[in-house]
């Protein structure tokens, strides 16, 4: 009986450290686009003002993330309540401009500023751009000053270019041999972009003491451009191309789809959630968490109307009014927006029928019965 306790004991203190380490899964926000009045979306949704193309929330999802939308058009308070809740922001690609009034690249610039902020205050928050949010990162950050020229650079599926240095970097340190050789020597990123940057223009205008450039790559007519960066002080990276599209877009017979593209795009999400389970921000309570959460939209197949999105979550300009749903129990929890006791609901028979209580009471009633007998 006495060995029987011990191991019920040890038993007890493993589940008890289990409970403390919980499950990282941050809660990443991806800044939805505006539509086009008289696109695709236009013509076969009403009232559809912006979205998110889903392969995004896949993305990231397939790197054990969750995600929230964040909207467009929003004043600033809206977007730093936002920013103190969530553990990281994904500027996605898309195709609008960047004068565009009330739309991505306001509502980018609210969140890139305010990524500063935190991080100036000691609150880690990592900022991923994927194209056009490459794009939006190096614009916004240089002042709105237009560094990029013309390239043609849509549907190419290329190697990487890495630069000499490019270990030094915080996003490719811990890259293991095998996968950049996969990089190097296959087709494992796409592009669909007709703007880029060039080193040449980073040294011109001195964006290379506030940028560190560790690919490059060629358009299809030769031209030299910039496919990844990062900040050199901030938690901030771009990719020019699509990490994404290999793992979760079909619409294109240019998009490989092969092991090693598909290992590539696994790479860039894997670090970025990673970097993002570095925050410890979280939502106040598990019900404005659970009202926040993309699960609260559906996505549309919207590739059969002739999108180059497989699926998009299109949204109205009344869609952050939430329906009401039942109050969540056990709010105000860890960072994965759980309780923070490790509970788990058991029965004991006995008494006026059944009783609730935790796991871990349970186990500890046991011990003590066990001892007495």
Request: hydrophobic share 40%; aromatic share 12%.
């Amino acid at each position: 009986m006495q060995k029987f306790s011990i191991s019920l004991l040890i038993f007890i203190g493993a589940l008890l450290a289990a409970s403390e380490a919980g499950i990282s899964s941050p809660i990443i926000g991806v800044l939805t686009q505006e539509v086009y009045v008289d696109g695709l979306i236009s013509r076969h949704f009403d009232n559809k003002t912006s979205y998110i193309a889903a392969s995004y929330v896949k993305y990231l999802e397939g790197a054990g993330a969750r995600v929230v939308p964040i909207w467009i058009g929003r004043n600033r308070s809206y977007y730093d309540d936002l920013m103190r809740k969530i553990n990281g922001v994904l500027l996605p690609g898309g195709a609008t401009w960047f004068n565009q009034s009330n739309g991505y690249a306001d509502a980018g610039e609210h969140l890139i500023h305010l990524a500063i902020e935190l991080n100036d205050q000691g609150v880690f928050m990592p900022v991923w751009g994927t194209c056009l949010g490459m794009e939006l990162l190096v614009y916004k950050l240089a002042n709105e000053t237009e560094h990029r020229i013309n390239c043609e650079a849509t549907g190419m599926a290329v190697p990487m270019e890495f630069k000499e240095d490019y270990k030094k970097s915080r996003l490719f340190a811990s890259i293991t041999d095998d996968v950049v050789d996969t990089m190097v020597k296959e087709n494992v990123t796409y592009h669909w972009h007709q703007f880029c940057y060039t080193e040449k223009d980073f040294e011109r205008d001195l964006l290379n003491e506030t940028w560190r450039v560790m690919s490059l790559n060629h358009d299809w007519n030769g031209v030299e451009f910039i496919s990844t960066v990062e900040h050199i002080k901030y938690p901030f990276y771009g990719v020019q191309f699509h990490p994404e599209k290999p793992l979760y877009e079909f619409t294109k017979t240019s998009i490989p789809h092969t092991a090693a593209a598909v290992l590539s795009g696994q790479f860039f999400a894997d670090f970025f959630v990673s970097e993002a389970r570095e925050s410890n921000q979280s939502f106040s309570n598990a019900t404005e968490q659970a009202r926040t959460l993309i699960y609260n939209y559906k996505p549309e197949y919207t590739s059969i109307l002739g999108s180059s999105y497989i699926q998009q979550y299109l949204f109205t300009n009344v869609e952050m009014e939430i329906p009401e749903i039942p109050e969540i129990p056990d709010e105000g929890g860890n960072n994965d927006g759980g309780s923070s006791g490790g509970y788990i609901p058991i029965v004991v028979p006995g008494g006026d029928g059944s009783t609730t209580m935790p796991l871990l009471s349970g186990l500890l009633l046991t011990l003590v019965l066990l001892s007495i007998n």
